[in-house]
Protein backbone atom coordinates (compact mmCIF):
# COMPACT_ATOMS: atom_id res chain seq x y z
CA UNK A 1 0.00 0.00 0.00
CA UNK A 2 1.14 3.27 -1.10
CA UNK A 3 1.04 6.46 1.34
CA UNK A 4 -0.07 9.92 -0.52
CA UNK A 5 2.18 12.63 0.87
CA UNK A 6 1.54 16.69 -0.98
CA UNK A 7 3.66 19.63 0.45
CA UNK A 8 3.74 23.59 -0.27
CA UNK A 9 6.21 25.50 -1.41
CA UNK A 10 6.97 29.24 -2.64
CA UNK A 11 8.06 28.54 -5.51
CA UNK A 12 7.70 25.62 -8.61
CA UNK A 13 11.89 25.71 -8.60
CA UNK A 14 11.61 24.74 -4.97
CA UNK A 15 9.13 21.88 -5.27
CA UNK A 16 11.57 20.94 -8.32
CA UNK A 17 14.69 20.88 -6.21
CA UNK A 18 12.85 18.43 -3.55
CA UNK A 19 11.23 15.96 -6.10
CA UNK A 20 14.92 15.72 -7.95
CA UNK A 21 16.25 15.20 -4.08
CA UNK A 22 13.83 12.06 -3.89
CA UNK A 23 14.32 10.82 -6.93
CA UNK A 24 18.09 10.73 -6.17
CA UNK A 25 17.32 8.27 -3.25
CA UNK A 26 15.37 6.64 -4.64
CA UNK A 27 18.57 5.67 -6.75
CA UNK A 28 20.17 5.05 -3.25
CA UNK A 29 17.29 2.63 -2.51
CA UNK A 30 15.96 4.60 0.17
CA UNK A 31 12.54 5.08 -0.74
CA UNK A 32 10.41 3.99 -3.58
CA UNK A 33 8.16 6.38 -5.27
CA UNK A 34 4.88 5.74 -7.44
CA UNK A 35 4.56 8.90 -8.80
CA UNK A 36 6.23 12.84 -8.15
CA UNK A 37 4.01 15.60 -9.64
CA UNK A 38 4.32 19.34 -8.86
CA UNK A 39 1.14 21.46 -9.38
CA UNK A 40 2.11 25.29 -10.00
CA UNK A 41 -0.82 28.00 -9.69
CA UNK A 42 -0.10 30.38 -12.77
CA UNK A 43 -1.02 33.96 -11.71
CA UNK A 44 -4.29 33.72 -14.15
CA UNK A 45 -5.35 31.10 -11.63
CA UNK A 46 -5.06 28.34 -13.54
CA UNK A 47 -3.25 24.82 -11.95
CA UNK A 48 -0.52 23.21 -14.28
CA UNK A 49 1.06 19.99 -13.45
CA UNK A 50 3.94 18.78 -14.07
CA UNK A 51 4.22 15.08 -14.42
CA UNK A 52 7.15 13.03 -14.48
CA UNK A 53 5.99 10.49 -17.22
CA UNK A 54 3.89 12.33 -20.28
CA UNK A 55 1.75 9.67 -21.48
CA UNK A 56 0.68 11.48 -24.79
CA UNK A 57 4.41 11.58 -25.98
CA UNK A 58 4.70 8.05 -24.89
CA UNK A 59 1.85 6.58 -26.69
CA UNK A 60 2.52 8.93 -29.92
CA UNK A 61 5.76 7.20 -29.46
CA UNK A 62 4.33 3.12 -29.35
CA UNK A 63 1.54 4.36 -31.90
CA UNK A 64 4.11 5.76 -34.45
CA UNK A 65 6.05 2.47 -34.29
CA UNK A 66 3.16 -0.20 -34.42
CA UNK A 67 1.34 1.96 -37.21
CA UNK A 68 4.67 2.17 -39.23
CA UNK A 69 4.64 -1.71 -38.88
CA UNK A 70 1.34 -2.65 -39.59
CA UNK A 71 1.69 -0.24 -42.76
CA UNK A 72 4.34 -2.25 -43.87
CA UNK A 73 2.48 -5.23 -43.85
CA UNK A 74 -0.05 -3.10 -46.33
CA UNK A 75 2.66 -1.24 -48.17
CA UNK A 76 1.60 1.92 -46.50
CA UNK A 77 4.07 2.56 -43.92
CA UNK A 78 4.14 6.41 -43.78
CA UNK A 79 0.12 6.69 -43.21
CA UNK A 80 0.34 3.87 -41.18
CA UNK A 81 3.00 5.49 -38.52
CA UNK A 82 0.57 8.88 -38.83
CA UNK A 83 -2.28 6.97 -37.84
CA UNK A 84 -0.84 5.47 -34.75
CA UNK A 85 1.09 8.69 -34.07
CA UNK A 86 -2.53 10.31 -33.82
CA UNK A 87 -4.15 6.87 -32.17
CA UNK A 88 -1.66 6.64 -29.61
CA UNK A 89 -1.24 10.21 -28.86
CA UNK A 90 -4.63 10.00 -27.86
CA UNK A 91 -4.87 7.18 -25.64
CA UNK A 92 -1.80 8.43 -24.14
CA UNK A 93 -3.57 11.57 -23.10
CA UNK A 94 -6.76 9.70 -21.74
CA UNK A 95 -4.47 7.43 -19.86
CA UNK A 96 -3.56 8.20 -16.05
CA UNK A 97 -1.34 6.89 -13.87
CA UNK A 98 -0.56 7.13 -10.66
CA UNK A 99 -2.30 10.25 -8.36
CA UNK A 100 -5.42 10.96 -10.03
CA UNK A 101 -4.97 14.75 -12.25
CA UNK A 102 -8.50 15.69 -10.99
CA UNK A 103 -7.59 15.22 -7.07
CA UNK A 104 -4.04 17.49 -7.68
CA UNK A 105 -5.74 20.13 -9.76
CA UNK A 106 -8.38 20.70 -6.75
CA UNK A 107 -5.65 20.96 -4.43
CA UNK A 108 -3.27 23.39 -6.42
CA UNK A 109 -6.33 25.27 -6.27
CA UNK A 110 -6.07 26.16 -2.82
CA UNK A 111 -2.41 27.30 -3.51
CA UNK A 112 -1.54 30.82 -4.27
CA UNK A 113 -0.78 32.25 -7.44
CA UNK A 114 3.18 30.90 -8.20
CA UNK A 115 3.06 28.58 -5.38
CA UNK A 116 3.53 24.61 -6.00
CA UNK A 117 2.54 21.81 -4.76
CA UNK A 118 4.54 18.67 -4.37
CA UNK A 119 2.26 15.15 -5.03
CA UNK A 120 4.78 12.15 -3.55
CA UNK A 121 2.68 8.71 -4.00
CA UNK A 122 5.33 6.71 -1.41
CA UNK A 123 4.97 3.25 -1.73
CA UNK A 124 8.01 2.31 0.73
CA UNK A 125 11.12 4.24 2.11
CA UNK A 126 13.51 4.42 4.92
CA UNK A 127 12.23 7.14 7.45
CA UNK A 128 15.33 8.28 9.19
CA UNK A 129 17.34 8.69 6.38
CA UNK A 130 14.92 10.20 3.96
CA UNK A 131 13.82 12.12 6.99
CA UNK A 132 17.24 13.76 7.58
CA UNK A 133 18.08 14.15 3.76
CA UNK A 134 14.89 16.62 3.55
CA UNK A 135 15.61 17.89 6.94
CA UNK A 136 15.50 22.13 6.86
CA UNK A 137 14.32 21.85 2.67
CA UNK A 138 10.91 24.00 4.10
CA UNK A 139 7.52 23.68 2.56
CA UNK A 140 4.18 23.02 4.60
CA UNK A 141 2.31 19.74 4.48
CA UNK A 142 -1.06 20.00 3.68
CA UNK A 143 -2.48 16.56 3.03
CA UNK A 144 -1.01 13.11 3.71
CA UNK A 145 -1.99 9.13 4.43
CA UNK A 146 1.19 8.87 7.15
CA UNK A 147 -0.01 7.87 11.04
CA UNK A 148 0.84 10.85 13.36
CA UNK A 149 4.08 9.82 14.52
CA UNK A 150 5.26 10.05 10.57
CA UNK A 151 3.92 13.15 9.73
CA UNK A 152 5.08 14.55 12.97
CA UNK A 153 8.12 13.90 11.89
CA UNK A 154 8.14 15.08 8.48
CA UNK A 155 6.78 18.23 9.85
CA UNK A 156 9.68 18.58 11.87
CA UNK A 157 12.32 17.17 9.66
CA UNK A 158 10.94 20.11 7.02
CA UNK A 159 11.30 23.07 9.14
CA UNK A 160 14.83 22.48 9.90
CA UNK A 161 15.18 20.41 13.17
CA UNK A 162 15.28 16.60 13.76
CA UNK A 163 12.29 15.05 15.46
CA UNK A 164 12.73 15.30 19.18
CA UNK A 165 14.28 12.06 21.17
CA UNK A 166 12.58 10.49 23.77
CA UNK A 167 14.65 11.17 26.87
CA UNK A 168 15.43 7.83 28.68
CA UNK A 169 13.80 7.49 31.96
CA UNK A 170 15.96 6.69 35.21
Known sequence: MADLVVIAFPTEEKAEEVRQ???ALQKEYLIE???AVIAVKRPDGHVKLN??????????ASGTFWGALIGL??????VGAAIGAASGALSGALSDVGIDDKFMKNIGESLQPGNAALFVLVRKFTAD????????????VLRTS???EQEKA?????????????????
Request: aromatic share 4%; proline share 6%.
Open 73 to 78: IFMMPL
Open 51 to 60: QLVNTTAIGA
Open 129 to 140: KVLKDLEGVGGT
Open 154 to 170: LREALAGHAAAATPPTA
Open 33 to 35: LGD
Open 21 to 23: RLL
Open 146 to 148: FND
